[in-house]
Structure formats: structure tokens, C-alpha cells
């Protein structure tokens, strides 16, 4: 696998002029072989993420302590009031201001959960301080709100909680979050000098290589001149910092609510932008931020993989091993039960193909709708419904045809016995005759009744014809999306069986779950340590000897035991090999014509005039 991989690697043609895209294509695959690994889970994930931020926009830190700003500054970025700022409630939880296209919130939970909110449940999740607040941030970890704001396409801006000030003058904050991120803004309220603390922790920064920039925001609401406190900051540690900029949030926002470009030149967010996209177009230091990381990355990996063979996850593997490999009628029951679940599925798609084949009429579709619930969306029920009134006004009208008719009958024949003569389409009847007047009345209201129900039935017996084609088009990509949909779970089954294969094969190498390991161990020795000694990378001839070393160590564990593979044999069985559904069963399509759907009435009755004689 490894030799398959590293000739995917070499076709890899990233820009020459981008060494970064270089290096996260080539690590690529080795996140993919460490993620079938349970035992360097967190190194994984610690790779990915490196990964992802490569790959993601430029991220920003927004430090400092509590009450100086740091929210504002953001709202002021963002030219509107988004985030919720407290002066009693600082922020809570570190939170990730991302691009998207639909507004919300992202709240990750400590135990992994993802719950996503509505954008005005920003507060909530911030800095309210109401006892359902209170509750869900003490399970918090982090957010991720989503914005679309142009600016969120160039970067990703985090509200960090406040510094964290110990004792003896020392500060604390997380080092993981400025592990990650690629620049740190530094937030002073103006007039308000940086602490003791906040001078030894900038040092512990400097140490690492990191040199933030510093915004003193407030700038409109200190009485006294902002380049004199600048200046005077600059001297205390102005060599430890990149830069210092004087900004007034509040200026911002109101300057974008009320359109004021005056204001804005005065809040000095036009720099503040201006410095954000000089950032984001330095790719030089991103490529270094992280391939210091990867670096450190591949250290961990070290010192996790010199652990293996003495930790019990690979010890357990050769037990687990024996045991499978001792229960010969466990692969052939496992074979059982795979094809009693294709059969299942095969039976389920010659149904779907053959749902409409009996239909011949509109109460049979009816029927059919009412029993097939992939068969029901918004549109089909629109249909349904009109259908059933239709079907249940047909009804209705042969229900008072067929009284009409029996009335009539009885009628003439009371008639003829008096007068010698049936009913006509007009009757003479003397003025004073009041009882065949009755009679005659009531015929002709029952043909009243019968006329208004026709109508009403030709309304819906409209409404059908003009949908039926379309519906019945509609009713046929239904049917056959469900086709697709079991075809999609007979893939999946197959596919699950086929990385099962995979996983005891690994088992056989005794490494159920380091089997993969061995495989990053010949990918990082192959393929990666090639191009990290090479000078594509900004490394020192002391980190590239350092990498060296520490890949020589990795690739030095011998996690590899070829006694078991020929113990175990595995019969690779594809599950679809001998299946065909598409050309075994095709759709029968839903064909109704117009005659099919209209249903046959009986003629409406005439009215009976009546002719009064003297």
C-alpha cells in the first residue's frame, strides 16, 4: 500500500512556488493511514488539524486581558454589533469567527457533541448570565460562529477569553490555541499600560519565536495623547512586538451603521484592515508557523510509536488474532448472513420496480400511494388529495343520481297510473294540482343538487388532467431514486464488508490496529523524508538534521510479525460480483392516460318544466 501511495504522492504537482501546498499534499495520506489507528487517535487528530489550518484561511488570536476590548474590536471588524460584549460577563469560551454562507453558531461540547444554533443565540452561549447559560458553558469547549463577511474569506478571527493572571506576575493562556493560530493581535485599552504579567508572558512568547501585534483600542475615549502612550509603551517592549496601532472600536461600528467614511478614517480601522491583509498575503511566515509544527508533530509521533511495543493495544493484537483465526465457521457465517441481506435488498428493489405495474386506474394509484411512503413528498400529497375529493365527489354525485333515478321512477309510475302517460321533459299540471307541483319540485332539486356536485367534480377532474403527466413523471423519479438509494445500501454493505476485509488482514499481520503504522513508518521514511531534507522547506541545516534523526528513530520500531498471515485465509468475497439489479429489474413506469383517470358518470337529469293549464 505504501508504494501505491507514494506514487500517488509523486503525481501530486502542487505550484513550485508554494511549498506549503506542497507539504500538506504529501502529509495528506499519512493522516488518512494514522486515522485507522485508535491508539494515536490524538496525534491524528493533532495532524488533521494541522492540515486544516494550512488549508483554511489565515487565523488571528484576538489576546489580552479581561475588559480591554477584545469583543468590540471584533464587532468593529465585522461593522456590526454581532458578538455579545459584557463588562460583567467577559467571554467565555474561545470562539472561531468563520466565513459561511448561512449564519449560525457551532457550540463543541467537551465530550465531542455538536450542536448548532441560530445566530441570535449568540449571547446565550457567550456571556448571558442566566442559569440555562451558565449550564450549557460549563460543558462548552469552544464555538464556531459563521459569518458571511468578505473578510472572513481572507481570515479567521478568535475571541479568546481573557488571560489568565497567577501569582508571582505570571499570566497563562492556552497553548494549544496559539499552537494553531498564525497571528496574534494583543489588545490594551488605551491609556491602560501593559502589566507585569502581560510583559512575562509576551517573553515566554518571544522565546517560542512569536512576536504579536498590538492594538490599543479605545483610542477615542482616553482623554490623553495616544502617540504618547504608544510611544511610551513601545519603549518599555517594543522590540518584542511586531507592530502598535491605536483603534477605536465603537468608532468603527457607528461608522459603518451611519455610513460616516470620516469616522472610519478616524477610528483607524482602515490600517487595521490594511495590516490583516498584509498578513494574509505573507504566506512565507504561514509556511513557516507550520512547518515548525509538522516538526514538532512528527516528534510526538516518536515518542508515541517507541511506546507501542511495550503498551498493551499491540500486545492484545495477537490474542485477538489467535482467537479469530482458531473459529474456522466464523467467516462462513458472516458470509451467511451478508447474502440474507442482499436478498433482502434484492427483493425490496424488484417491488420498487414493480410498484406501478398493476396500477391501471386512478383509485389503484390511490391505493399504491397510501402504502409506498418513498412514494410521498409535498407534491404527490397535493395530488392525493385532489384525487380522493375527486374520487369521493364521483362518489357523492352516483350516490344522489341513483336516489334521483329511483325518486323518478316512482314518480312516473304514480303518474302514469293517474294520467295513462310517463313523465316528459314538460308537464302539464292543473293550477290547483299542488301535489305533482311538490313532485315535480322535488325532482328538479335533486337535479339542482346533481348539477352542483358535476360541477365540482369537472373542477377536479381539471385540476387532475392538467398535473397528471407531471405527476405521474415525478411518481416515476421517485421510484426510481429509491432504486438508486438500495443499489447506494448494497454499495455501502459491500464496502463495509471490504474494510472489515482490511482490518483482518491487518489482525493477521498481528496489527489490528498497527498495521497502518507500519505502513506510515515506510510512507514517512519514503516519501516524506526525501522532501522535508530537500530545500524546498525554510529549514536549518540543524532542523533538517534534527528531522533526520527523529524520522530514522520512528522508522527504527520493528512493529512487524509475519508468522500469523499463514495461519488466516481470507475468501476477499464481493458482495455485488454476482448481482445485477439494473439489468435484472427495470422500472415498470407509471403510464395512466386521461381515460385512465377520469372516472365514468351517468348523464345528468334534465329538468322537468311544468306547464299550468286552467
Not at 507585569?196 to 495623547?225: Q, T, Y
Not at 515548525?292 to 507501542?308: A, H, S, T, V
Not at 466464523?330 to 405495474?357: G, N, T
Not at 295513462?420 to 314538460?426: E, Q, R
Request: hydrophobic residues 40%; aromatic residues 8%; negative net charge.
Amino acid at each position: 500500500m505504501t508504494e501505491k501511495i507514494n506514487e500517488q504522492v509523486s503525481t501530486i504537482q502542487p505550484p513550485a512556488s508554494n511549498p506549503l501546498l506542497q507539504l500538506i499534499e504529501r502529509v495528506k495520506p499519512l493522516s488518512v493511514m494514522l486515522a485507522q489507528n485508535s491508539y494515536v487517535r490524538d496525534t491524528t487528530r493533532r495532524l488533521t488539524r494541522i492540515i486544516e489550518d494550512a488549508q483554511n484561511q489565515t487565523m488571528l488570536l484576538i489576546l489580552g486581558k479581561e475588559r480591554v476590548g477584545k469583543t468590540t474590536m471584533i464587532n468593529g471588524l465585522l461593522g456590526r454589533e454581532l458578538l455579545s460584549a459584557s463588562n460583567t460577563n467577559p467571554t467565555s469560551a474561545n470562539t472561531f469567527i468563520r466565513y459561511g454562507e448561512e449564519e449560525c453558531i457551532k457550540a463543541v461540547f467537551l465530550d465531542g457533541m455538536i450542536a448548532t444554533f441560530d445566530i441570535a443565540k449568540v449571547e446565550l452561549l457567550t456571556t448571558s448570565d442566566n442559569f440555562s447559560a451558565q449550564i450549557i458553558r460549563e460543558h462548552l469547549d469552544y464555538l464556531e460562529v459563521y459569518i458571511k463577511h468578505d473578510l472572513l474569506k481572507e481570515v479567521t478571527i478568535v475571541d479568546s477569553t481573557a488571560l489568565e493572571v497567577g501569582a508571582d506576575n505570571s499570566a497563562y493562556f492556552s497553548q494549544a490555541l496559539i499552537n494553531r493560530v498564525d497571528e496574534i493581535f494583543w489588545v490594551l485599552r488605551s491609556g491602560s499600560i501593559a502589566t507585569e504579567a502581560e510583559l512575562n508572558f509576551l517573553h515566554k512568547l518571544n522565546v517560542r519565536g512569536i512576536k504579536p501585534h498590538f492594538i490599543v483600542n479605545a483610542i477615542d475615549c482616553f482623554e490623553g495623547s495616544v502617540t504618547t502612550f504608544i510611544e511610551s509603551e513601545k519603549s518599555r517592549y517594543g522590540s518584542q512586538i511586531e507592530d502598535m496601532l491605536g483603534v477605536s472600536a465603537l468608532q468603527a461600528i457607528e461608522a459603518r451603521k451611519s455610513n460616516n467614511t470620516q469616522l472610519l478614517i478616524d477610528s483607524h480601522y482602515t490600517e487595521l484592515t490594511q495590516l490583516i491583509h498584509r498578513i494574509v498575503n505573507n504566506q512565507s511566515k504561514k509556511t513557516r508557523h507550520i512547518t515548525e509544527r509538522f516538526m514538532n508533530w512528527l516528534e510526538r509521533l516518536r515518542k508515541e510509536i517507541e511506546l507501542i511495543p511495550a503498551r498493551e493495544p499491540y500486545l492484545s493484537a495477537y490474542e485477538s488474532i489467535e482467537q479469530y483465526s482458531a473459529d474456522t465457521n466464523f467467516e462462513f457465517s458472516r458470509q451467511q448472513r451478508d447474502m440474507a441481506i442482499i436478498s433482502a435488498y434484492e427483493d425490496e428493489y424488484r417491488h420498487v420496480s414493480e410498484v406501478f405495474k398493476p396500477v391501471q386506474t386512478l383509485y389503484q394509484l390511490l391505493q399504491v400511494l397510501a402504502g409506498e411512503l418513498y412514494l410521498r413528498d409535498l407534491e404527490v400529497e397535493r395530488f392525493e388529495e385532489r384525487a380522493i375529493r375527486y374520487q369521493q365527489a364521483v362518489r357523492e354525485y352516483r350516490k344522489l343520481h341513483s336516489e334521483y333515478e329511483h325518486e323518478y321512477a316512482r314518480y312516473e309510475k304514480q303518474h302514469k297510473k293517474l294520467h295513462g302517460k310517463g313523465l316528459k321533459a314538460t308537464v302539464e299540471v292543473d293550477e290547483e294540482n299542488d301535489y305533482v307541483k311538490d313532485r315535480i319540485a322535488s325532482l328538479n332539486n335533486q337535479q339542482a343538487i346533481c348539477a352542483e356536485k358535476l360541477e365540482f367534480i369537472q373542477k377536479y377532474e381539471k385540476q387532475m388532467l392538467e398535473d397528471l403527466y407531471a405527476i405521474q413523471n415525478h411518481l416515476n423519479d421517485l421510484a426510481m431514486k429509491r432504486m438508486k438509494t438500495i443499489l447506494m445500501q448494497v454499495g455501502e454493505l459491500n464496502v463495509q464488508r471490504k474494510r472489515e476485509r482490511i482490518i483482518l488482514k491487518s489482525n493477521a499481520n498481528k496489527l489490528a490496529e498497527f498495521n497502518c503504522i507500519i505502513e506510515a513508518q515506510g510512507f514517512v521514511r519514503d516519501a516524506l523524508k526525501p522532501y522535508l531534507l530537500s530545500n524546498s522547506l525554510p529549514l536549518t541545516d540543524s532542523e533538517k538534521t534534527h528531522v533526520r534523526n527523529t524520522i530514522d528513530c520512528i522508522c527504527a520500531v520493528d512493529l512487524t510479525h509475519e508468522g500469523l498471515y499463514t495461519r488466516l485465509t481470507f475468501n476477499d468475497l464481493d458482495l455485488t460480483a454476482q448481482l445485477d439489479f439494473e439489468t435484472s429489474y427495470k422500472l415498470s413506469g407509471l403510464s395512466l392516460t386521461e381515460a385512465d383517470v377520469v372516472s365514468d358518470l351517468p348523464e345528468l337529469p334534465a329538468i322537468i318544466e311544468i306547464e299550468e293549464i286552467a
